[in-house]
């Protein structure tokens, strides 16, 4: 299997109290799938993201890319954050190849910038600076940089949670269209039902406290994504009453919290 998430607990001490927020994870991905991780807020899918790009470890199980142990960050695996976190003295340009030029010479970097910004259609933008461009726009140089880099897994934390509706969805459409070009094995992360629905092959619903896969629903839909609000209310429904008690926990908590102060 190319990616395989082999019992993984995950559990954070705090003032001598541990919580733990991730319980027997265990999923396989294909090569060149897509596959979106949804969940309500504090259900570990940023957490387990980082496990697997190496940013953050596991308590206990392991989890391994195309037959390997993930002990740290490695270049076979491309990271987008919430934020596009470029450097804001470098020009658009400059942020994709600023990965790049350990490796290779500055002509061959801007070379392989210029392909990737075209992809995100950003080629008319690449002296630009991010103060000059929308968030949006910040947030497809940081997949072309991601992608400039060849991973064989792409790794993607809700890059679009805070941009408005009509941004997302041209997004969405930039991103299928990528993966359909780059075959990319993507691992993505999201709290929308109707962005998982658009983009992914299988969706690994996730309950909270501690976080568990509650159910993988799998999406034979044909590709570029068309289908009408009816073909995929079966889905959508199905998502939303497996997270209902989830959700319902989580205010329960809260309130519990708020009460206790």
């Known amino acids: 299997m190319f990616l395989s998430m082999n019992n993984v607990h995950k559990s954070f001490t705090n003032n001598d109290k541990t919580e733990l927020v991730l ?19 504090g259900c570990g899918k940023s957490t387990l993201l980082s496990i697997v ?57 801007q070379q392989k910038a210029h392909h990737y910004l075209q992809m995100v259609q950003l080629g008319a933008y690449t002296k630009h600076s991010p103060h000059e461009i929308s968030g949006g726009m910040q947030q497809r140089v940081a ?26 969805s041209r997004l969405h459409e930039i991103v299928e269209k990528i ?36 159910e993988v629903i799998e999406l034979n839909f044909p590709r570029p994504r068309s289908q009408s609000k009816e073909e995929l209310l079966y889905y959508e429904e199905k998502i939303q009453a497996l997270l209902k008690s989830e959700i319902d926990k989580v205010t329960e908590k809260e309130q519990k919290h708020a009460a206790s102060r």
């Not at 994870?25 to 799938?33: A, F, M």
């Open 53 to 109: 790009a190496g940013l953050a470890h596991a308590t206990e199980g392991s989890i391994e890319l195309e037959g390997k142990t993930i002990k740290g960050p490695g270049k076979e695996r491309g990271m987008v954050f919430q934020q596009a976190a470029l450097f804001p003295w470098l020009t658009v340009e400059e942020n994709v190849m600023f990965p790049l030029l350990p490796d290779m010479s500055k002509k061959e970097a």
């Open 179 to 214: 993966f359909l070009e780059t075959k990319k094995t993507i691992l993505f992360v999201t709290h929308s039902i109707a962005e998982s629905l658009k983009l992914s092959d299988r969706i690994v619903v996730m309950g909270t406290q501690p976080g568990t896969i509650l």
């Open 23 to 41: 319980s027997d994870i265990q999923l396989d991905v294909k090569e060149g799938e897509f596959v979106s991780i949804l969940g309500p807020s």
């Open 143 to 168: 997949i072309a940089r991601a992608l400039a880099m060849d991973p064989a897994l792409l790794l993607m934390d809700e890059p679009f949670g805070a941009l408005d509706e009509q941004t997302r």
